[in-house]
């Protein structure tokens, strides 16, 4: 120390200290003087002892002038130092970035100038410091009073300037120090980092893709920004970075992919619509790569799709396109459980777009992997059964290919039946609502008679006596009026004649008899009029109440319409037809009787 005060005169010490800046700069310049004339007599020794002077004395004092002046002086010293600079930073740099924390506002802007010129003058060498000088910028960049900011900006732009040039800056270092700090909050620390990120991207050298998983999120949180302008920044990075994964031959997919799933269910709505946009390219350019990845990227495409903004759903219908397009192998990582799972829950989804798709999903799966989805089956049965009360027709249709789809084999058929049957019991009204449509959906999908076989087997043994009239009066109805089954009532009316219409007819009737309507239009389908006179007959031991008035008129009614045109021919020939007119009479005398006065 004494060897170092020998070396500077008192008065420049005693000026490096004072209030007034002009004398302190005075100082500062014989300081350059000083250290010049040692360093061009090479007395290095002497040199490290007038900075170390400068540190102890003057930066690390507690009276905020001999800070100043400690800053001034070191960058004047460097200054001084010209190109031999570079073996004394380690002294000189530590002390300058301690000064940037410090609580005097104007302390840290002589920091930033001092840095400033000292970084002008060792340039590429102090890269070594690069990691301790940008954390630094990241804290300045939102300091509290405004010279400093503009001072540490000037500074930011001559350290990117030094980065983009120099050779020896490690971008493996450096990224865990970026990804921690893109959690921060700050609006001018985003914009700092932003910054600097689009800077080391215009690099040529420096490979920002291949880290671009380490501060992916970062950025995406950033879409949601207050600032517009910070967004706008966020978004340009990023369409920079999805234009050069375009152009990359190697990307890695798998990492990115897990970030863009969560951001693509952020309720921001720029960030939702940024993120599935990049699953949409991403899907079309890693296509095998991301099979591992497909359940997770279907879980959010499909709520996606019903998305208040058209432009999310626009690009969420062109990606779950391109994801149903590839065609993967469950023996390869494809995940069909998981897929299955992922439908099962948006079955449950208040938007009917989402449930449509999610169906499409399960459907092309049995298509594809009818093996594989059948393993399933007891994870998806119920939720599928229970789609068959959903409020939407196109959703119930959907539902009921699958079900034919996964019903193809008998035992499966036998279960989607008896299944149907106790919803039907346990939930009238779906019975009420959607059993025309579904009864008259699986008859086309599934044969007619095939479905009406093992519905009568079911019913002939219901112990629920109500149900199983209710239930029989309904098949009966779908029966004689619907279009899809009108092979099934020509079958029916050969029955006299035609041993598979007999056989029929036999296996509908034990059923049929839970409802003694329902009985009568089977035999009256049937031609067996004999038989429907002796059920009308017996009729008179029934307790003839409003309900069976009702149906009685319900079948009188039908009698009207074109399925019975023929009857209705047959009474032209009443001696030919006895039986059918008996039966007739027989529920005429049924309906009340009207006294005329």
């Not at 940008?134 to 030094?162: E, T, W």
Request: charged share 25%.
């Amino acid at each position: 120390m004494a060897d170092a005060l020998f070396v500077i005169p008192a008065s420049v010490l005693r000026n490096l200290s004072d209030k007034l800046y002009e004398k302190r700069k005075n100082a500062a310049l014989e300081f350059e003087g000083i250290v010049k004339q040692l360093a061009s007599s090479g007395d290095h020794e002497k040199i490290s002892l007038v900075i170390n002077l400068l540190t102890t004395e003057f930066v690390y004092s507690p009276q905020a002038n001999h800070r100043k002046g400690g800053l001034i002086g070191l960058a004047a010293a460097t200054v001084g130092l010209t190109s031999e600079a570079a073996q004394h930073l380690e002294q000189i740099v530590p002390p300058v970035l301690n000064s940037f924390s410090d609580q005097d506002s104007r302390v840290r802007y002589y920091a930033c100038e001092a840095l400033y010129n000292i970084a002008k003058i060792v340039r590429g060498d102090f890269i070594i410091f690069f990691n301790q000088i940008f954390d630094a910028l990241c804290k300045l960049s939102a300091d509290s009073d405004g010279n400093v900011q503009s001072a540490a900006h000037l500074l930011d732009r001559l350290v990117k300037d030094i980065v983009t040039e120099s050779d020896q800056f490690s971008i493996e270092e450096f990224i865990p120090l970026l990804r921690e700090r893109m959690n921060v909050l700050n609006p001018y620390v985003r914009q700092f980092l932003v910054g600097w990120i689009t800077v080391l991207d215009s690099v040529p050298d420096i490979d920002m893709l291949g880290f671009l998983p380490d501060f992916l999120d970062g950025l995406f949180n950033m879409l949601s920004d207050s600032s517009h302008e910070i967004r706008q920044q966020a978004d340009s990075a990023l369409s920079e970075f999805l234009q050069e994964i375009k152009n990359s031959p190697s990307v890695d997919y798998s990492r990115m992919a897990e970030i863009l799933v969560q951001r693509a269910a952020s309720p921001d709505e720029f960030t939702r619509l940024t993120a599935i946009t990049w699953i949409n390219e991403f899907v079309k350019l890693g296509r095998d790569q991301l099979v591992p990845y497909y359940a997770d990227i279907l879980g959010v495409i499909l709520p996606c799709i019903s998305d208040k903004e058209e432009k999310i759903r626009v690009v969420a219908r062109e990606t779950n396109e391109e994801l149903r397009a590839i065609k993967a192998d469950p023996a390869e990582t494809f995940d069909v459980g998981a897929i299955l799972s992922i439908t099962r829950r948006q079955l449950d989804s208040e938007w009917e777009a989402t449930r449509i798709e999610a169906l499409h999903w399960i459907s092309t799966l049995l298509n594809r992997h009818r093996a594989e989805v059948l393993c399933f089956l007891n994870d998806i049965f119920d939720t599928l059964l229970k789609a068959l009360s959903d409020s939407s027709d196109e959703v119930v249709l959907l539902v009921l290919d699958i079900h034919a789809c996964i019903a193809q084999d008998p035992l499966n058929f036998r279960q989607l039946v008896v299944f149907l049957v106790y919803n039907f019991r346990v939930d009238h009204s779906l019975l009420e609502r959607r059993g025309a449509l579904i009864i008259r959906r699986l008859c086309v999908l599934l044969d007619a008679e095939r479905v009406y076989r093992e519905l009568s087997t079911i019913l002939e043994g219901e112990a629920d006596l109500d149900f199983a009239c209710i239930m029989v009066q309904a098949l009966n109805l779908i029966l004689l009026t619907s279009s899809e089954l009108s092979e099934l009532r020509g079958l029916l009316k050969q029955s006299l004649v035609n041993a598979a219409g007999k056989d029929l007819f036999v296996s509908l009737y034990a059923s049929w008899c839970h409802s003694p309507m329902a009985i009568i239009s089977l035999c009256l389908l049937a031609q067996m009029y004999q038989h429907a006179s002796a059920v009308t007959q017996s009729l008179v031991e029934e307790d003839i109440n409003a309900k069976f008035l009702v149906q009685l008129d319900k079948l009188i009614r039908l009698l009207e319409t074109p399925i019975f045109a023929y009857i209705r021919l047959q009474l032209l020939e009443p001696g030919r037809y006895l039986w059918l007119l008996k039966a007739l009479y027989g529920l005429l005398m049924l309906l009340p009787q009207v006294r005329q006065c």
